[in-house]
């Protein structure tokens, strides 16, 4: 991925709130752009267990129909496959890829290697970068990949202990979710799927920060991650 680093100029002498900016602090911020295949390349073949995913335009409006400029879009993670590698061999064994061309998956935010390809806008990812298979168009119908598991958020505490209502601002991030559903597990060493230890429906507890998070289209909160971030499961 091609990256461009600029440099803010000094801003010495301006009465500025901010400390880090007195005295002209200089701090260089990195652009990422795309890299741009020149017209004679016809096709793109990924290697091994790479996939090309041609990236889904970020939304152009708010929920309230309000148009968003550029730099105000959410940045995508919705695309479809439209070229896969061979896969894998692991001790001799063939390992295809979980995924096909056609298929419109969710991928990590900040995975792969964006390119123009034919004017259109593409990502160069591995496997491993995909959270999961879309079977339509909400999120609470993903099909994880790997070791993933999808979680319905549970619902923020409306008041704390002592009775009192928390503002949207003030409500604790919560941490503690329902399995949507579970991938089919990591391969192992000899390219074996090690079925995942936690099963839909359970409650379970995860790392906070761990994971995408999504909302499904009637307005529920939904988090995908691997089952290394799981902490505990919990029941009543």
């Known amino acids: 991925m091609a990256t461009v680093t600029l440099t803010v100029p000094s801003l010495k002498g301006l009465a500025l709130s901010s400390p880090a900016l007195r005295g002209g602090y200089r701090k260089p911020f990195v652009v990422r752009a795309a890299t741009v295949l020149a017209p004679k390349y016809t096709s793109i073949k990924p290697v091994g267990n790479r996939v090309l995913v041609k990236i889904k335009s970020g939304e152009d409006k708010t929920s309230g129909g309000l148009y968003l400029p550029t730099t105000a879009k959410t940045k995508?993670?919705?695309g479809?496959?439209?070229a896969v590698g061979d896969g894998s061999?692991?001790?001799?064994?063939k390992v295809d890829l979980s995924v096909q061309t056609g298929n419109q998956?969710?991928?990590s935010k900040y995975a792969g290697t964006?390119?123009?390809?034919n004017g259109e806008?593409?990502?160069l990812l591995k496997e491993?970068?995909?959270?999961?298979i879309l079977e339509s168009d909400d999120i609470k119908n993903l099909k994880p990949l790997g070791d993933r598991l999808l979680i319905q958020v549970a619902e923020a505490e409306e008041k704390t202990a002592g009775g009192l209502f928390l503002t949207e601002s003030t409500k604790e991030k919560p941490s503690i979710g329902t399995v949507v559903a579970v991938g089919p597990g990591a391969l192992d060493e000899d390219g074996k799927?090690?079925?995942?230890?936690?099963a839909a429906g359970n409650t379970v507890l995860y790392s906070k920060y761990a994971g995408s998070e999504f909302k499904g289209e009637d307005g529920t909160n939904y988090i995908a991650l691997k089952v290394g971030d799981v902490l505990a499961v919990l029941s009543s």
């Open 76 to 78: 995508s993670q919705e």
């Open 105 to 107: 998956v969710i991928y």
């Open 121 to 123: 806008n593409h990502l």
């Open 89 to 93: 061999t692991v001790k001799g064994t």
């Open 128 to 132: 491993d970068d995909i959270v999961g």
């Open 193 to 198: 799927r090690t079925p995942v230890e936690i």
């Open 80 to 82: 479809e496959v439209v």
């Open 114 to 117: 964006e390119l123009e390809f």
